[in-house]
C-alpha cells in the first residue's frame, strides 16, 4: 500500500493531467452550448456521454486505483464524492443568482426558468453532498452533525434554497413569481457568505481547507476528475430542467408572439 | 397639436397569465374631455383603469398621459391621475379622518387639517370622522373614497364603478361632483353599468368585450 | 424629481401611519406580548426546571420568543397593507416605493423593541438572569436587533403576504435568512448577561451592524420591485 509518496513513474505523472484534459474538454463544450444555440442539439448529448462514462469510472478510481488517506483510511474516500458535489451546487447556486440578478435588470422568461432550474439542480446537488458529509463525519468525527461551520452552512443553505422553491410553487401569477423569487434569490445569495462567516465565527471545528500542494497528487487528480463528471452531468441536469421550465413557462403565458390579432372578438 | 391629448392608449395589451384581460386596444382621449367605459363583468374596464392610473402597467403596447408614458413618468403622473376603484385603499384601522389626513400630508396638501374637514363634510361623514373605516358601511367607504380622491384636484379623474353602494341621494351627489369635475378642467374616465346616467355625463363611449375595443368611438 | 429629503418625509409619514394603527389596535400588541411570554414559558416546561441550563441559555429563548412573536408582527403588518389594496392606494398618492419600506421597516423594529423591552423584566425572573453590562447597553443592543430582523422580515412579509400559504411562507423563507442576525443578536445578548471579560461584545455588535447595513440596503434597492406591479 502506498502512503503519502510524491515521487511517481513518469507514466503516472502524465497520467494525472488526463482530469486537467477532460475539465478543458467539459468546459469548452458547456462554453459551445452556451453561446452557440444550434449547436445544443449535440453539446449536451456529448456532456452526458462524458458525464455518464467518467461517474462509471470514478467508483474505480476513487475506491481502489488512489491509495487510502493518511489519516482517515478508507472513509476519506466518500470526499471524491462529497467535496465535488458541494462544489457543484455552490456553481449551481451561483448560477441561480446570476440569473436572478439578470432578471431582475430586463425581464426574461430565460432567465426565470434558468433560476428555477438552477436552484432546484442546486439544491438536489447539495442535499447528496450534506448526506455524505453526515456520513463522513460520522466515523471521523464520532457523529453524524457536528455543528461545524461548512457543514452548518450547507445544512441552513437547504432550508434557504428549499423555501426558494416552495414559494415558487405557491405564485400562480408567473410575472410575480419571477420578480419575487429573484428578490428571494438575491437576498439568499447575499446571506451565503455572510451565513459562512457567522457560522465561523460562532464555532468551527472543521477541516481547514486543503492546498493542492500538501496533497498527494494522485489525490488531486482523482477528485479534479471526479469534479469533472459531476459538472457535465449538473450541466446537463439544469439544462434538460431549463427545457422542462421554458416548456412550463410557454404553457402558462401566452409569448409575446402570440399576441392577439387587432380588433375583433375572439 | 398645442397640447397632449390626456390619454393616448397605443396598441395596449395586459396579460394575466395565460387570458389577454386587454387586447390590442388604441384610443385617445382629449384633454377636458369625458369618457364613457362600458362592458360586462371581466370585459376589461378594471384593467384599463389599472393601467391608466399607472398601478399597473401594459405587457404591450404604450399609454401616455398628457404626453408622459405612464412606465417612465410614473412618479409624476401619480400625483396628476387618481384611481377611484372597487378597493377603498382605506386603512379599515384608521379613522376617517386619520385616513384623509395621511393623504393629505403625503400629497404636500397645504392646510391639511381644514382641508380633511371641509371634505368630510362635503361628503356628509362629519360626524363620523372619528369611527374607523372598519365600523363603515359599504356606502359610506365609498364616499371616504371620493374624499379621499378629491384631496388634491387631479388632472385626470379615474372613476371605477362610482355610483355602486350608493343610495339615490349619494348617487345624485356623485353626479353632481363629475360635472364639478368636468368643469374644473378636469379629465374623466368613468365605468358604469348605469349606461344612461354615464351618457348624460360625458362625452365619448368605449365599449369593451373581452379586452377588445367594440364599435366605432362616438 | 424625488430626493433625499421626499423620501424621508414620505417613510416618517408611513411610520406614522403604522405607530398610529398600532396604537389603535392595542389588543393586537397585547395579544403578541402574552404570546412571547408563553413562549418563554413554554422552553422552560421544554427542558426542565434545571435553573442553570435556563440561565445559561436565557439570551438564545429570549430571542427565540422575539422572532417566534416577529413573524406574527411582520405578517399582521402586510396583512392591513393588502386588506382594501391599501398598499396600492399609497404609492398611487405618490409614495416613494423606497419610502414605504423605510416606514414599515423601521415601524416593525419599534413595535418588535418594545415588545423586547416589555417582556424583558418577566425574562429575567423566570430565567435569574443578572445584566452585568448594563441596561443601556442591553436595550441599545435589542434594538439593533430588531433592525436586523425586520428589514428582510419586511421584504418577505411582502412577498408573502401575496402568495398563498402565506403562514407557512413567511417563517419558511424568513428564520435561515435570520439566522446571522440572530447568531449575532444570541450571542451579544449572552455577553451582557454574562459578563464580558474577553471583550467580544464589541466584535459581535459590529458583525451586527454590518448586517444590518447590508440587509437595510438591499431591501432599500429591491423593495420597489416586490410592490411596484412592472
Known amino acids: 500500500m502506498r502512503h503519502w509518496t510524491l515521487t511517481y513513474s513518469s507514466q503516472t505523472q502524465a497520467l494525472l493531467w488526463l482530469p486537467m484534459i477532460l475539465l478543458a474538454l467539459v468546459l469548452a463544450l458547456i462554453g459551445v452550448h452556451v453561446f452557440d444555440p444550434k449547436a445544443r442539439r449535440w453539446t449536451w448529448k456529448a456532456l452526458a456521454v462524458i458525464g455518464v462514462g467518467m461517474a462509471v469510472g470514478q467508483p474505480f478510481l476513487a475506491l481502489s486505483w488512489v491509495p487510502p488517506e493518511k489519516y482517515m483510511g478508507d472513509t476519506g474516500r466518500i470526499l471524491y464524492v462529497h467535496v465535488p458535489q458541494v462544489w457543484m451546487a455552490l456553481i449551481a447556486l451561483t448560477l441561480n443568482f446570476g440569473a436572478s440578478l439578470a432578471f431582475l435588470l430586463k425581464k426574461s422568461w430565460v432567465s426565470d426558468a434558468l433560476a428555477e432550474a438552477s436552484a432546484e439542480v442546486g439544491v438536489l446537488f447539495g442535499a447528496v453532498g450534506v448526506t455524505l458529509g453526515a456520513l463522513w463525519a460520522k466515523p471521523t468525527w464520532g457523529a453524524y452533525w457536528t455543528w461545524d461551520a461548512r457543514l452548518t452552512t450547507a445544512a441552513i443553505l437547504l432550508v434557504v434554497y428549499s423555501g426558494y422553491l416552495a414559494l415558487r410553487k405557491f405564485i400562480e401569477d408567473p410575472e410575480k413569481r419571477a420578480t419575487w423569487s429573484a428578490v428571494v434569490g438575491i437576498f439568499a445569495a447575499v446571506d451565503i457568505p455572510v451565513l459562512w462567516f457567522s457560522v465561523k465565527w460562532w464555532r468551527s471545528m472543521h477541516q481547514t481547507q486543503s492546498n493542492p500542494s500538501t496533497v498527494d497528487p494522485l489525490m488531486t487528480a482523482v477528485l479534479r476528475y471526479s469534479a469533472t463528471a459531476f459538472l457535465a452531468l449538473l450541466a446537463v441536469f439544469i439544462y434538460q430542467r431549463f427545457l422542462v421550465a421554458s416548456a412550463k413557462r410557454n404553457e402558462e403565458v401566452a409569448l409575446p408572439e402570440a399576441l392577439p390579432a387587432v380588433g375583433g372578438t375572439p | ?218 | 424629481m424625488s430626493g433625499h429629503p421626499k423620501i424621508l418625509a414620505g417613510a416618517f409619514e408611513v411610520l406614522r401611519k403604522d405607530l398610529l394603527i398600532e396604537w389603535r389596535t392595542r389588543a393586537r400588541l397585547n395579544a403578541l406580548i402574552f404570546f412571547s411570554l408563553a413562549t418563554l414559558l413554554l422552553f422552560s416546561f421544554a427542558l426542565g426546571p434545571d435553573s442553570e441550563l435556563l440561565r445559561k441559555n436565557a439570551a438564545g429563548y429570549y430571542w427565540l420568543g422575539i422572532l417566534m412573536a416577529s413573524v406574527l408582527s411582520l405578517g399582521e403588518s402586510f396583512r392591513i397593507e393588502t386588506e382594501n389594496l391599501a398598499l396600492d392606494g399609497l404609492r398611487l398618492i405618490p409614495t416613494d416605493p423606497r419610502a414605504v419600506f423605510l416606514g414599515k421597516a423601521f415601524g416593525n423594529a419599534v413595535m418588535l423593541w418594545l415588545l423586547s423591552l416589555i417582556v424583558l423584566p418577566v425574562m429575567v425572573a423566570l430565567y435569574d438572569v443578572t445584566i452585568r453590562e448594563g441596561v443601556a447597553q442591553l436595550a441599545g443592543l435589542l434594538f439593533l436587533g430588531c433592525l436586523g430582523i425586520s428589514a428582510p422580515g419586511t421584504v418577505y412579509a411582502a412577498i408573502a403576504s401575496n402568495a398563498r400559504a402565506r403562514d407557512v411562507l413567511l417563517p419558511l423563507l424568513l428564520f435561515p435568512v435570520l439566522l446571522p442576525s440572530l447568531l449575532a443578536s444570541v450571542k451579544a445578548t449572552g455577553l451582557i448577561f454574562e459578563g464580558d471579560p474577553m471583550l467580544q461584545l464589541r466584535s459581535w455588535v459590529g458583525l451586527l451592524a454590518s448586517f444590518n447595513v447590508l440587509y437595510w440596503g438591499l431591501g432599500f434597492v429591491l423593495f420597489p420591485k416586490i410592490i411596484e406591479d412592472d
Not at chain 2, 65 to 89: K, W
Not at chain 2, 159 to 169: R, T, V
Open chain 2, 1 to 218: 397639436m398645442s397640447q397632449p391629448a390626456a390619454i393616448e392608449v397605443v396598441d395596449v395589451s395586459k396579460r394575466f397569465g395565460p387570458r389577454w384581460a386587454v387586447a390590442r386596444l388604441t384610443f385617445t382621449l382629449a384633454t377636458g374631455r369625458a369618457l364613457l367605459l362600458t362592458g360586462h363583468n371581466g370585459s376589461g374596464k378594471t384593467t384599463l383603469l389599472r393601467m391608466l392610473a399607472t398601478a399597473t402597467f401594459p405587457t404591450a403596447g404604450h399609454i401616455r398621459l398628457f404626453g408622459q408614458e405612464t412606465r417612465a413618468e410614473r412618479a409624476a403622473l401619480r400625483d396628476e391621475v387618481a384611481l377611484l376603484s372597487h378597493a377603498s385603499f382605506l386603512y379599515e384601522d384608521l379613522s376617517a379622518e386619520q385616513n384623509l389626513t395621511l393623504v393629505a400630508r403625503l400629497r404636500g396638501v397645504p392646510q391639511a387639517k381644514a382641508a380633511v374637514a371641509a371634505l368630510l363634510d362635503k361628503v356628509g361623514l362629519t360626524t363620523r370622522s372619528d369611527s374607523p373605516a372598519r365600523h363603515f358601511s359599504a356606502g359610506m367607504r365609498k364616499r371616504l373614497a371620493i374624499a379621499r380622491l378629491l384631496l388634491k384636484r387631479p388632472k385626470l379623474a379615474l372613476l371605477d364603478e362610482p355610483f355602486g353602494e350608493l343610495d339615490p341621494a349619494g348617487i345624485r351627489q356623485m353626479e353632481a361632483l363629475i360635472r364639478e369635475l368636468k368643469d374644473g378642467g378636469t379629465g374623466v374616465v368613468l365605468a358604469t353599468h348605469l349606461v344612461e346616467q354615464g351618457q348624460s355625463l360625458t362625452d365619448e363611449r368605449l365599449h369593451l368585450e373581452n379586452g377588445r375595443a367594440v364599435g366605432a368611438q362616438a
